[in-house]
């Protein structure tokens, strides 16, 4: 059974800005998706902006916001097919056990200026 739904868009210029802000980055993205998105340069912040919409398309799927998640707590992948993946971690696992979470879908893209994330999670 669906129990929530969340769609979001993030505009990749607010990536840019963030990029020369120390600490930023590693506040809302997890280690490794830095560690797979920074070497590619302008691909990895449109990889990251998609990310980061995903984040926000996971707590409005909660119904929460990200109220009580560090975001760096999320950590959106590609499985080996190119697949991407949500991982939760400490806050973000709990936030999602509460609300009765059992599988996320996940769809990511990302074109020019603008990147898009939707999240389904099952019960």
Do not use: C
Request: aromatic share 8%.
């Amino acid at each position: 059974m669906i129990l929530g739904i969340g769609i979001d868009v993030v505009h990749v210029s607010r990536l840019k800005r963030w990029q020369n802000l120390p600490g930023l980055f590693e506040r809302f993205f997890h280690p490794d998706e830095l560690k797979a998105a920074m070497p590619r340069g302008e691909t990895g912040i449109l990889s990251l902006a998609a990310r980061f919409a995903a984040k926000e398309a996971l707590g409005k799927a909660l119904g929460i916001g990200l109220r009580g998640m560090a975001l760096q707590d999320i950590s959106v992948m590609n499985s080996n097919s190119g697949k991407p993946v949500m991982y939760l971690y400490r806050t973000a696992r709990r936030a999602f056990r509460s609300f009765g979470g059992k599988h996320i879908f996940i769809s990511l893209s990302h074109e020019k200026e603008n990147a898009l994330a939707v999240v389904v999670i099952e019960g």
